[in-house]
């Protein structure tokens, strides 16, 4: 399997795009597979620049209902005829972050109408052949702090957004497990219980973003949850390949404890598993 990060908050070659924002691109034996948009045509600017052909993507799948991860849908169906994005039946509810103006701002994705027949609504779980995306993930571990600014539409009314959204997508090649995680809302270690419990799974890759920074208030989460992080991810045995939301100050936090059992997938850059 190979992933290339298309877009990314960070960018390790020069003269590619980067913005607060996901997308990957993943080749499997027998698929192409994009996983998240960023926030708007750019990712297909860099898939130019580095001889991807996204016409002949196969599905899309994103992960939730943030436009830093689905703001490009629109121009992705522009260049694809075919492909259908599978997003949560959950993740079209109006999505606003709280700023600290106090104002409320959108951060939702708009599809337009022409591209609608292309959507799949996946209620909890779907699987496509050795794919499966899930959702509706509980567990037991702190949720990111960065959540309490993130909120939802409800009842004419914004209540704290509990990522119901939020869905992930693991493949299977090989005899190996991929976790593929947007955003990690409901925090990526409840993300890696719950596929344990759940499905049986024990992942040997995963890739994604663990929201350890807060956008709105460029905090970030503090030591003692890093250092608790730091250490269940590293008990799980997995290989993390991290980015986007995860932040370069969190990243190199858990760098120095985790060492080569995690690195940082930067914009340009890609691996193979």
Not at 67 to 95: C, E, P, R, T, V
């Amino acid at each position: 399997m190979k992933i290339t990060s298309l877009i990314d908050n960070e960018c390790s070659v020069e003269g590619l795009n980067k913005q607060h924002g996901l997308s990957l691109f993943i080749e499997t034996k027998g698929k192409k597979i994009l996983f998240d948009t960023g926030a708007d045509s750019s990712f297909i600017q860099n898939a130019k620049a580095l001889n991807i052909d996204l016409s002949q993507v196969d599905i899309c799948v994103l992960s939730h209902g943030h436009y830093d991860h689905g703001g490009g849908l629109n121009a992705f169906f522009k260049i694809n005829d075919s492909s259908l994005a599978y997003m949560s039946a959950l993740a079209g509810n109006d999505h606003v972050a709280l700023r600290t103006n106090g104002e409320y701002e959108s951060i939702g994705i708009h599809v337009s109408r022409n591209f609608l027949d292309r959507l799949v609504f996946v209620d909890k779980e779907l699987k496509i052949d050795s794919c499966l995306i899930f959702s509706e993930v509980w567990g037991y571990f702190p949720l990111p702090a960065g959540n309490k600014s993130l909120f939802k539409e409800k009842g004419g009314a914004y209540v704290l957004d509990d990522f119901a959204h939020e869905q992930h997508l693991v493949i299977e090649e090989d005899g190996k497990y991929v976790l593929f995680a947007g955003c990690a809302h409901r925090g990526i270690l409840n993300v890696l219980t719950y596929l344990k419990d759940t499905y049986g799974i024990l992942c040997d890759v995963v890739v994604g973003g663990f929201h350890l920074h807060n956008k709105t208030t460029n905090t970030y989460e503090n030591p003692n949850v890093l250092d608790t992080l730091a250490k269940e991810l590293m008990n799980t045995f997995s290989k993390f390949y991290t980015c986007h939301c995860t932040g370069l100050p969190a990243y190199a936090y858990l760098k120095v404890i985790m060492k080569d059992q995690i690195e940082y997938l930067s914009t340009g850059e890609t691996i193979e598993v």
